[in-house]
């Protein structure tokens, strides 16, 4: 869960920059056989082959004319491409310093550097100055691409209500994927799974219509339409949506990341392992990683598991010098019973940070691991107040409810989190059965 929703916001910087203003293919020996997947391959734009070029011609014509807070726009845009891209840290601050110059010529009237500029802080996790440069922006450009950018940091920020209130002010007259994709998320968050997938799906295809449009942009949507599949239990069309994404953008990290999820999830380990590779050779993210050691353990490598993890270990180290604390590590550290108050000091510090559902559940689970009770108790409260269908957030608060001594919420919250996804996770899906089965057994 740690990037999807950084993503939505990208997604909807994209296209509003839009409106206002040779590397080799990875294999993909995954077994596809899903004939959508070759159809969008053969009509998608492979413009991520091209940035590089792009971004020497922006770099030039900004030398040439330093003054121009338009080239200095674009090429911020270009940065930030090359960072959804590629995950190099140093284009996005690439991108902030060019957006700010830009601001700095051009303060008023200049709503798509704003939007890029909150892109990067946001990626950098300084949320509060996102919404801030949101926010300045709305006073000179209002329209329906600001208030659904503000509601996905809302979202973020874990303010529903607000989130809310702005997308009940959209007019419609600019309706857009992007904006489809925005209440696709507050659907998803508040308990209205169908209906998410249903918005999800509809942008999704508004997106595939223009060939035009930014390959790593057009994945993104098949990334969160397969998300929102495994989450309904739904892992044919899943597996399908993520193949799509990766056949048209085939370095798709969160495509790759999605497949070994599933994959474990299913107990296919040596499928889990080849997309965790292939994923980790583009980015070798923590959750990527964590699932290839599984698999590794799994398939009887117990050496390259070790190995593994000592790469996680690493990972978390650069990604803290940065100051970016993946909760995705506390997820790691929880599930494997390593490091566990640093886990539940990771939750702290992401609750305090953006206090939305996934950190509250995080914060949930790392007080278990930890053993304080009250603070799990109440965390847990706080991320399924809207009744969320996410079946790893049901079972977190059945097995907190079942310590609580509450029988009757275990049991309703872990036979809820097996009908959303019988296969919702590779451990907790038979933990889950097996506590049912033991609870059925003692009344």
């Not at 997604?11 to 997947?37: D, K, M, Q």
């Not at 007019?171 to 994927?177: A, I, M, P, Q």
């Not at 970016?324 to 599930?335: H, K, Q, T």
């Not at 059945?398 to 989190?417: C, N, V």
């Amino acid at each position: 869960m740690t990037r999807r929703s950084l993503g939505l916001f990208w997604v909807l910087v994209s296209l509003l920059v839009f409106l206002l203003g040779h590397p080799s293919t990875l294999a993909l020996n995954l077994g596809r056989s899903v004939s959508e997947a070759q159809m969008s391959s053969d009509l998608v734009f492979p413009d991520y082959l091209e940035r590089d070029g792009i971004i020497r011609n922006y770099e030039q014509q900004v030398r040439q004319s330093p003054d121009s807070f338009l080239l200095l726009r674009s090429l911020a845009d270009q940065y930030l491409k090359r960072f959804r891209e590629r995950a190099d840290v140093e284009d996005l601050l690439r991108a902030e310093q060019a957006a700010q110059r830009s601001i700095a010529l051009q303060p008023r009237q200049n709503g798509g550097a704003s939007m890029l500029l909150a892109s990067t802080l946001l990626s950098q996790h300084r949320f509060q100055e996102a919404l801030q440069v949101v926010t300045d922006a709305e006073k000179s450009v209002a329209n329906d691409q600001i208030a659904s950018l503000k509601a996905s940091i809302q979202m973020e920020l874990g303010d529903y209500e607000a989130a809310h209130q702005f997308l009940q002010t959209l007019t419609g007259e600019d309706d857009n994927s992007g904006h489809d994709a925005v209440l696709a998320r507050y659907l998803e968050l508040t308990s209205h799974l169908s209906a998410a997938r249903q918005q999800m799906d509809s942008a999704m295809q508004q997106m595939d219509q223009f060939y035009t449009n930014p390959a790593e942009t057009r994945a993104w949507f098949h990334v969160r339409s397969g998300d929102l599949a495994f989450l309904a239990g739904d892992l044919t069309r899943s597996e399908q949506r993520y193949q799509e994404a990766i056949a048209l953008f085939p370095y798709d990290v969160a495509a790759f990341t999605g497949l070994a999820r599933l994959y474990a999830a299913q107990h296919r380990w040596q499928a889990c392992l080849e997309a965790a590779n292939q994923g980790i050779d583009r980015v070798p993210l923590v959750e990527t990683l964590a699932y290839k050691a599984d698999a590794q353990q799994a398939l009887g490598d117990s050496q390259g598991a070790a190995a593994t993890q000592d790469l996680i270990e690493v990972v978390a180290h650069l990604s803290q010098v940065k100051g970016i604390y993946d909760r995705a590590l506390a997820v790691y550290y929880i599930e494997h019973g390593v490091h566990l108050p640093e886990a539940l000091e990771i939750a702290q510090r992401e609750v305090a940070l953006r206090d939305d559902i996934y950190a509250e559940d995080t914060l949930a689970w790392a007080a278990a691991a930890n053993g304080q009770w009250q603070i799990a108790e109440r965390a847990i409260q706080q991320a399924t107040r809207y009744g969320t269908e996410d079946p790893l957030l049901r079972f977190h608060h059945g097995m907190i409810a079942l310590h609580k001594g509450d029988r009757e919420t275990a049991i309703r919250q872990l036979g809820e989190a097996l009908r959303l996804n019988p296969q919702f996770h590779h451990k907790y899906a038979a933990e889950a059965r097996q506590v049912l089965a033991n609870l059925s057994l003692v009344k």
